[in-house]
């Protein structure tokens, strides 16, 4: 039987497993009918409710003066106020979080991070951000993605029964099955995100803010996604490949589509609120917070947990909650984190047997690093990449702490890296009170532009020392190299 005639015994009998269902109602934003699963308002509210808590501690916490929260809830309820399902109240939180993020819960709870508002240049470009997240909810996406699950299960189910009519075996119809769920999940993803681009252009006219600052931001993710892409040595077009299964569309595909449907809007006298926007964000942090650690160039700094360390020149520093990674040439990598469980006696025997436990590990010694008791070994694993040589560090802080290094090379290149590696491992060292307390975070500054200053001459002075000033001035500004400034005019900058 031909997968064609698979798929039309599938579609003869899927009316008899949807006929019991109760999940189908009318999108109040479109108009159309879709199934929800039986998810209603109520159940939304309480899925919301119960999972705001968590989210809130997952993110390291609310951000911002209670002026700065006000400030955002305020835009916020102006765009709730032009949505079509009013029926709860909706609740808009500022998390602490450097990444470029914003998500809804049922129930009306809207998050968005400060990482996003580093890149945003004005009230406008946070309004689309928030009324895209508006649309998810209002288009009843959540209660959509339980009914896709449940309309996952049963095309699998109604396609074991074809299955079994046709004689086809187990494993061909489970795999069969997996393409069916991940293609109905994954599809109703891209709508979803598109839909709710559609909205967020509706709801931003409504309010009276400028339709074309959400596609001005979508042009900025875009950029934000190929500036990382090229600080990890990987192409930038690489953020704008996609398939039929995607979960969301490509960058490029959301920009265009957003921004044809931008021009079928017309504000009259449209809000960007750039200068109040401005003012509002001047001083918050840019990038990590120094309870997770931060970065200065090829440096990592920890004041809370009292370390720092160099990574050789050419690599790429990223911080994440659970690890430390630094990325250089020729897939050169280096991992940095602490033990979940540390044992106790000889650090070697943590290296030997509950590290390293299972890896044929060689060149076992004790060392000391910055008068640590630590030990290093090597390997050779099989990892996602393929190959990899690996040696491994671990450095004992205390009885409760123990630091780990791994470096990783393609085979044959461990010579090449040793010496770099090496000094890596002994740049590891302890902070004091003094020299902990003294580290700042990066901040958001305004800059009022002076008759002389350029584009490159204020780049200069932005901080961070990666070797990206200029491109990531220019991103959180909406600039281009050739942009000529004018004296009097408000950029964003990056300074201590």
Not at 51 to 75: C, M, N, T, W
Request: hydrophobic share 40%; aromatic share 8%; with cysteine.
């Amino acid at each position: 039987m031909t997968t064609r005639t698979i798929f039309t015994v599938i579609t003869c009998i899927a009316p008899l497993f949807l006929a019991p269902l109760s999940g189908c109602t009318t999108n109040p934003a479109t108009g159309e009918s879709v199934f929800t699963g039986g998810m209603d308002t109520a159940q939304e509210i309480s899925i919301g409710r119960e999972q705001h808590p968590q989210i809130i501690k997952a993110f390291g916490g609310e951000y911002g003066s209670p002026e700065l929260r006000r400030y955002i809830d305020s835009v916020g309820q102006l765009l709730a106020r032009t949505v079509e399902r009013r029926g709860f109240t909706y609740k808009f939180t500022l998390l602490n979080s450097g990444i470029v993020n914003a998500f809804a819960l049922p129930g009306g709870y809207i998050y968005i991070s400060r990482g996003l508002l580093t890149l945003a240049e004005n009230e406008a470009e946070v309004a689309g951000v928030l009324a895209h997240e508006l649309g998810h909810i209002n288009a009843l996406h959540h209660g959509r993605r339980q009914g896709s699950e449940t309309l996952a299960g049963i095309l699998i189910a109604g396609a074991g029964i074809a299955a079994s009519a046709a004689g086809i075996g187990s494993n061909q119809i489970g795999q069969l099955g997996n393409a069916v769920a991940q293609s109905v999940l994954r599809g109703y993803s891209r709508e979803h995100e598109l839909e709710s681009d559609r909205l967020a252009l509706r709801y931003m006219s409504r309010a009276g803010y400028d339709p074309q600052a959400m596609v001005d931001f979508l042009k900025k993710m875009r950029g934000d996604s190929r500036l990382e892409a090229r600080r990890l040595g990987q192409s930038p077009d690489k953020v704008d490949a996609t398939n039929y299964l995607a979960t969301h569309p490509a960058p490029i595909e959301r920009v265009q589509k957003a921004s044809a449907l931008a021009g079928q809007y017309r504000v009259s006298r449209p809000m960007l609120a750039k200068d109040a926007y401005l003012r509002k964000i001047d001083g918050i942090i840019y990038g990590d917070d120094p309870d997770e650690g931060l970065i200065r160039g090829r440096t990592f700094l920890h004041p809370k947990l009292g370390f720092r360390f160099d990574v050789p020149d050419g690599f790429q520093l990223f911080n994440s909650p659970t690890q430390v990674r630094a990325v250089g040439p020729d897939g050169a990598t280096i991992i940095f984190d602490s033990a979940k469980k540390p044992s106790d006696g000889p650090v070697s025997y943590y290296v030997s047997n509950v590290w390293g436990r299972g890896a044929s590990l060689r060149e076992l010694e004790t060392i000391y690093i910055d008068g640590l008791e630590s030990a290093t070994a090597s390997a050779r694993l099989n990892t996602n990449s393929g190959a990899r040589d690996v040696r491994l560090l671990a450095i004992r802080k205390n009885l409760q702490t123990i630091f780990r290094f791994a470096f990783l090379t393609k085979p044959g290149q461990s010579a090449r890296w040793s010496k770099p590696f090496r000094r890596t491992s002994h740049s590891f060292q302890l902070l004091t009170e003094s020299e902990a307390a003294a580290i700042k975070p990066l901040r958001i500054r305004t800059h009022r532009v002076r008759r002389g200053d350029t584009v490159a001459s204020i780049a200069q002075r932005m901080a961070g020392e990666d070797g990206y000033s200029l491109d990531r001035f220019l991103l959180i500004n909406g600039l281009t190299k050739e942009a000529r400034l004018r004296p009097g005019q408000t950029v964003k900058i990056i300074a201590e």
